[in-house]
Structure formats: structure tokens, C-alpha cells
């Protein structure tokens, strides 16, 4: 099936006050991430992995070698990233629901043990890539940082919430401060509801 760029859940002024503005959005969702689909439909056509869901074509194309399934692998890796990346965000209530602030505290310690772990990890991040936080095949939840495009499908976990560390995602907003991104993410962004609901 072919890439389609989604539909912001919100206006792209909707997070303006939360600390991402209209351009972040109109650029990060309406440029990079409509060349993610772009190119990936371009990649794909012709190939095994035209009409495969985004999910098999990320796993199907990591670490190949070839450097036409390389390719294949970036932009379909980064539109489902994407895609999940608006998703668990928006405006609102960031009230964070009971069974997720149980299921952190067990993990972490605390919910702000695991925000530090997590800023950590997006900060920690060297060049582009992303934090996670994953459940693991065995149910564990953990806090994990990948380069470039990879994503937690390529390991088996299942992703709740993902933060793009690349420049793109906050050097309007935030010039050169990573940390304090990462830290507004997850204190005015993060919608808790739509991570517990992926628990």
C-alpha cells in the first residue's frame, strides 16, 4: 500500500502555546515528513515491498545492505515515526491517566525518574535520532535512544512514545537547547492518554 502523509490531529497553531509553534509544524509535518512519504512511494514502487504495510516494510528493510532497501528502510521508518510522533501530542487536558503513572513508578522509580531517564536519553542522543519509551516482548517498560531513523519495531518492542531529537523537530523554537525541547515535550506536549492507550 502506498505511503499517505496524515492529517494533523490539530491545527498546526494548536501547540503554538505549548512551545511548538506554527512553523515547527508547517515545516516538520508538511515538508520532512510529506518527503518521508514522497520518496518513500518512489523507493518502493516496483519493488517486493510495494503493497506490504509500513510495519513489515520497516522490519522487512533494517540492516539490509543494499542501498536501494536502505533508503527503502529511512523513509518508511521516519513516516511511521512520524506518524506516531503527532499523534501523541497535542493541546489540552495532560492529565496523566492512573495506569500508566503505576506502570512508570514500577518501571522508573517515579514518573519524574522516568522524565529524567528519558530527557537523558534524547539529550545523550548523538547527531539526529530519537527517545523512546518501549515495552519490551516481555511486558518490561524501558527508556531507549536510536540513531537516524531507527524505531523500536526493528527490535520487537512496542513503542508508547517517541520524541524526534533531530534539529529539524525544535531548532526554530528551541535554537540549540536539546534539553530544554525535551523537557517542554514531555511537561507540555505529550498527550498521557493517547500513550496509556498504547500500553
Not at 509500513?54 to 521508518?77: D, H, L, M, P, W
Not at 495532560?94 to 514500577?106: F, I, N, Q
Not at 531507549?144 to 517517541?162: I, S, W
Request: charge should be negative; charged fraction near 20%.
Amino acid at each position: 500500500m502506498a505511503f499517505t502523509l496524515p492529517d494533523l490531529p490539530y491545527a498546526h497553531d494548536a501547540l503554538a502555546d505549548l512551545g511548538m509553534s506554527k512553523e515547527t509544524l508547517e515545516y516538520h509535518h508538511d515538508i520532512h515528513h510529506k518527503a518521508y512519504v514522497d520518496n518513500g512511494n518512489k523507493l518502493i514502487a516496483g519493488t517486493e515491498w510495494e503493497g506490504k504495510s509500513v510495519e513489515e516494510i520497516v522490519v522487512g528493510t533494517y540492516n539490509k545492505t543494499a542501498v536501494a532497501q536502505n533508503g527503502i528502510f529511512n523513509n518508511a521508518s521516519q513516516h511511521w515515526n512520524h506518524a506516531l510522533f503527532w499523534e501523541i501530542m497535542g493541546p489540552g487536558e495532560k492529565k496523566m491517566p492512573g495506569e500508566l503513572e503505576k506502570a512508570l513508578t514500577e518501571a522508573f522509580g517515579s514518573v519524574d525518574k522516568f522524565k529524567e531517564e528519558f530527557s537523558a536519553a534524547g539529550a545523550g542522543q548523538f547527531g539526529s535520532g530519537w527517545a523512546w519509551l518501549v515495552k519490551d516482548a516481555s511486558g518490561a517498560l524501558k527508556v531507549t535512544k536510536t540513531e537516524n531513523g531507527v524505531n523500536p519495531l526493528c527490535f520487537g518492542q512496542t513503542a508508547l512514545l517517541g520524541c524526534d531529537v533531530w534539529e529539524h523537530s525544535y531548532y526554530i523554537d528551541f535554537r540549540n537547547k536539546r534539553p530544554a525541547y525535551l523537557t517542554n515535550f514531555l511537561d507540555k506536549l505529550v498527550n498521557w492518554e493517547a500513550v496509556a492507550a498504547r500500553m
